[in-house]
């Protein structure tokens, strides 16, 4: 009996450290996610004091998300494969070191020509530390239940840090300076860069080659495509150098696949994309984040320059989303039990679509409950809904030697997703016009229409996740 008790205390102290060590590995890991995804809303609030305080034009303005969200897509895939050689634990510290960096170089920033540099070498940072957090995490967590669990959180991360981002944004620029936004991230990566060694255990490297000519061809393709899409708002569609851009970033991506067909170790598998479940979560991921991108981006113009709300008010106007994101997002794992991934994943992505297409009716003089909150609180709902099933989908069923690939992909869509759909909606936003319009309504008209299109946005991304995820296993299980 004695015996027993002992070999029970052990077990039990063993399956206590190691449950301590999983969530302190798991709260790593978010907790760098999250300065990821903070730095792309807390920017978003801080935009009209940053165009005033270094002088940026309307269309530029989105270049200050644009050069993060590209830099940072473009190279992740790269990242994920230099993670996969010398080790993901490894490369998780220099990226947030150089994150942290970078960060601070932003900060400091008193140009346009220095903020955007310092948002490229943000980009560089994340594309190196993004894919090796939701590496170490599949590493770290079985497949099952536990690793459904830390999924869920990490897809949930997605939403609450973008939606934390507007509320905390709004504080730092109206008390303080939108600088702060960006020195916040300093103490915090260099705690996790001292927590790192300490509880991550480093993975197998495994030996290869990197794929630089699919890193450049993809990151410069992505990049000349918005450049072009961007330019046409002010240049035209019939601007040489928009034309000369959009040529250029087509021919780029075609030669990107050819590579990556050809390459014997390409930084993005076209085995991959065998999966329709997988394929169609990255689709549906691009679209959904170009549909959020557009959403978060206006609905800060409008509340600042229609509304004329402060920054801190125009951040706590989106307290009801962040609210209804974060209650739902936590309860992904139990609803996923309940309903299953993609039918979760489907009603969170129509839940979206009804709170965007109500947005998009806004009028200069609308009530902010019955115009903004509420539509608000239904696309809260969906973001929550919808962001952890779609990471679950695109890392679904890969082998352990294509775990860095994938998660750089789901990156990638997450990304390049935001980068593209923005540059199209700002195109789309400068386009619309009304005659006998004052200022204040013809902002307001532009809005509108953009948040239309980002509802057509979304009803694709639907349709995308019934044909390739819902059917799909539907189909399997006959």
Same mark, same amino acid.
């Given at each position: ?5 002992? +070999? ?14 999983? *969530? ?13 995804? /903070? ?32 830099? $940072? ?90 939606? /934390?981002? $507007? ?27 001292? @927590?790192?060694?300490?509880?991550? *255990? ?7 080659? $990197? ?32 034309? +000369? ?5 087509? /021919? ?50 409008? /509340?600042?320059?229609?509304? +004329? ?47 965007? @297409? ?33 990471? @679950? ?7 352990? +030697? ?27 936003? %400068? ?27 979304? %009803?694709? @991304? ?17």
């Amino acid at each position: 009996m004695a015996e027993n008790n002992i +070999e029970s205390y052990h077990f039990n102290k063993q399956g206590s450290k190691t449950r301590s060590k999983q *969530t302190a590995v798991l709260f790593i890991i978010l907790i760098s996610y999250l300065i990821i995804v /903070l730095d792309i809303s807390i920017v978003i609030t801080a935009l009209p004091e940053m165009q005033i305080d270094l002088g940026f034009s309307a269309t530029g303005l989105s270049w200050i998300q644009n050069a993060y969200t590209l830099t $940072f897509g473009g190279l992740l895939l790269l990242g994920a494969r230099i993670g996969d050689i010398l080790g993901r634990r490894r490369m998780f510290i220099i990226g947030i070191g150089l994150f942290g960096i970078a960060s601070l170089t932003v900060g400091l920033s008193q140009s346009v020509t220095w903020i955007i540099a310092g948002r490229v070498l943000q980009g560089i940072g994340a594309a190196i530390l993004a894919p090796s957090t939701l590496a170490l995490l599949t590493a770290n967590f079985a497949e099952g239940q536990e690793r459904t669990r830390a999924v869920a959180y990490y897809g949930a991360i997605a939403g609450i840090g973008a939606s /934390l981002g $507007f509320v905390l944004g709004g504080i730092l620029t109206d008390w303080i300076s939108w600088r702060v936004g960006f020195f916040i991230n300093i103490p915090i990566g260099a705690a996790m860069m001292i @927590a790192a060694p300490r509880y991550l *255990t480093e993975t197998d490297h495994i030996p290869g080659k $990197f794929d630089l000519v699919g890193a450049i061809s993809s990151t410069l393709g992505m990049t000349a495509l918005v450049y072009g899409i961007v330019r046409s708002a002010t240049a035209g569609w019939d601007d040489a150098l928009t034309v +000369e851009a959009l040529v250029a970033g087509i /021919l780029l991506l075609a030669l990107f696949i050819i590579n990556e067909w050809r390459a014997t170790q390409p930084i993005m598998p076209l085995r991959l994309f065998k999966s329709r479940q997988r394929t169609g979560a990255y689709l549906a991921r691009i679209l959904f984040l170009g549909a959020m991108m557009g959403f978060w981006f206006f609905i800060t113009q409008f /509340l600042q320059s229609v509304r +004329e709300y402060s920054p801190l008010e125009a951040g706590l106007a989106f307290l009801p989303m962040t609210a209804t994101n974060f209650i739902i997002a936590v309860n992904v794992p139990k609803f996923t039990r309940r309903y299953g991934n993609a039918r979760l994943l489907a009603g969170g992505l129509i839940i979206t679509l009804i709170g965007m @297409a109500w947005l998009s009716r806004l009028s200069a003089d609308i009530s902010y409950f019955a115009g903004v909150a509420l539509p608000m609180i239904l696309i809260g709902i969906g973001q929550g809904a919808s962001l952890g099933p779609l990471t @679950a989908s695109g890392i679904a069923g890969v082998d352990p +030697e294509d775990a860095g690939a994938a998660s750089g992909l789901v990156n990638v869509a997450h990304q390049l997703g935001g980068s593209l759909g923005l540059g199209i909606l700002v195109t789309i936003y %400068a386009a619309a016009s009304s005659i006998n319009l004052s200022e204040r309504d013809l902002l307001t008209h532009r809005i509108s229409t953009a948040l239309t299109a980002s509802t057509v946005m979304l %009803a694709l @991304a639907f349709i995308i996740v019934v044909l390739m995820i819902v059917w799909t296993g539907k189909r399997s299980k006959v």
